[in-house]
Structure formats: structure tokens, C-alpha cells
């Protein structure tokens, strides 16, 4: 079984990786995100992104009743039935879920949020963030039984039937977890992981485990992220993970083939 996490970045190629996944022989579930759509919708709807930075350099939106209400729209809505329709549209029997759906991924919330405002920390109590905890194994493996291919995104949702916003990235290693998945491919607007973020020209080409921690300290944002759930992710038990550019055609062949970056 492969777990294909694909980021929310415009310029990915859902059809060269529908094409690419149809000629996969092993099972797929798919994990996707929507951020820069959720951001030029937010634009539009004449909404504020309120970004909240942790102590630790860790960056998360703030979510509201408003925020969470545009992330079902945009997320789970309007990104994921393009997705699943793209699929279709090359023969695979996508179907669409948010975590919320049959508690996929069941979470917590976080009940504080520190933010770092300048030289000062404050405690932010009202936003519907969280992890997830656990995910529904039988009714995944319900849906690869029957031929599906999953097609997941956020929000989670908690015991209290609450949706909250959680980090796609840590919701992949809670299911190498569950479902014991062995090979996690990544795919987003780069080649891989970069030495130079502005110079796609300087990807890195292998990394161990044992130095996640030192490319974790030296990156920022989304790849700060993506390396926090792979370190996740191994700790329990992935033994490879490859990253790989999802504008180029065959882009999980070519991850596959050491195209990107592999982390072992």
C-alpha cells in the first residue's frame, strides 16, 4: 500500500498524477492539501488569514467558526470533488472523504495555543485546532476492499462530534500508524528537498533518519511541516519516504526512481 501526500500548491499536475497512479499496481490512498486556493479564497470573500506562530517557529491558521466553515468549503468541498472528478476522469474509482467522515481521523483539540507576538508569548483558547489520534482502519479498509481509492483531507473531527483543523502532514503519520504503511511518497511545487529553497537546481538527493533533526532546525513553513510528520512517521516504523515534484509528468515513477529526495 502507498500513501500519496500531494500539497495544496496551484501549480500541481492532478492529471499527470492521475495518470501515474493508474499504472500503479499496489493500493493508493491519496491525502492532499488546498492552502494556496483557501488562501485566494479567503482573498476574494474579503477574509483575514490569521497565521499563528509557536514559541518554536511552528506556523498554524487560526480557526475560527469562519475559517472552519471556508476550510469544509474549500478543503473537503470544492478542491477534493475536483480531485476525485480528475481521477474518474481517468478511470480510477476516487472517492472523497474528510476526516470528519465516519471519524476517519478522529482528534483532539488543542484546548491552549501559545503564539509568539513579538518579544511576547500569549495563550490563544478559542481556535479549533488539534491532532489527530486515531484513524478508522476498518473503514478504510472497507474502501480499498471495494475498490476505491481514498481521497483525503481535512477537517478531523473529535468524540464531541467538533471539527477542528489538524496538519495534514502529522495525519499521514498517524496512518503509517494504523495501517502499518510502508512507503509514503510526498509530492509538491519543488523537485525536492532544496539546500537553497530559490535554487530548485540544489535538491537533495538522500537523507537518513538520524539527520532529520538537522534539516527540521534549517527549514521554515510548509517544509518544516512536511519534516516534522516524516520524523513522525518513522518513529513509527516507515522505513522510506520519498519526495518528489508534483508538476512534472510521472511524478510518482520518477519519486519512486530517486528522482527527488529519499529519506531512509
Do not use: C
Not at 480510477?92 to 472523504?97: E, Q, S, T
Not at 537518513?208 to 532546525?217: G, M, S, W
Amino acid at each position: 500500500m502507498i500513501l500519496i501526500k500531494i500539497g495544496g500548491g496551484k501549480n500541481i499536475n492532478w492529471e499527470y498524477i492521475a495518470q501515474d497512479i493508474k499504472d500503479l499496481k499496489e493500493q493508493v490512498i491519496i491525502v492532499h492539501g488546498a492552502n494556496a486556493w483557501m488562501t485566494e479564497i479567503s482573498q476574494k470573500l474579503g477574509l483575514t488569514e490569521r497565521t499563528i506562530i509557536s514559541p518554536s517557529g511552528q506556523t498554524s491558521r487560526y480557526t475560527d467558526n469562519k475559517t472552519m466553515d471556508l476550510i469544509t468549503m474549500v478543503y473537503s468541498g470544492l478542491i477534493n470533488k475536483k480531485i476525485v472528478a480528475t481521477l474518474q476522469k481517468f478511470g480510477l474509482n476516487a472517492i472523497g472523504l474528510a476526516g470528519v467522515d465516519g471519524k476517519l481521523w478522529l482528534g483532539k483539540r488543542k484546548d491552549v495555543i501559545l503564539s509568539q507576538e513579538g518579544t511576547k508569548i500569549k495563550t490563544i483558547r478559542d481556535s479549533l485546532t488539534g491532532n489527530v489520534i486515531s484513524v478508522n482502519k476498518k473503514l478504510i479498509a472497507l474502501l480499498l476492499g471495494a475498490g476505491y481509492i481514498p481521497v483525503l483531507t481535512i477537517p478531523a473531527i473529535t468524540e464531541k462530534g467538533e471539527m477542528i483543523n489538524v496538519d495534514n502532514d502529522r495525519a499521514v503519520a498517524l496512518m503509517v500508524k494504523d495501517l502499518n504503511i510502508k512507503t509514503v511518497i510526498m509530492l509538491f511545487e519543488a523537485p525536492g528537498l532544496l539546500k537553497d529553497k530559490d535554487d530548485e537546481k540544489l535538491v537533495i538527493k538522500t537523507i537518513k533518519f538520524d539527520q532529520l533533526d538537522k534539516y527540521i532546525k534549517n527549514s521554515e513553513g510548509r517544509m518544516r511541516k512536511k519534516l516534522l510528520g516524516m520524523k513522525e512517521a518513522f518513529t513509527h516504523g516507515l522505513p522510506k519516504a520519498y519526495f518528489g515534484d508534483g508538476r512534472i509528468k510521472s511524478p510518482i515513477t520518477a519519486a519512486l526512481k530517486g528522482g527527488g529526495t529519499i529519506i531512509s
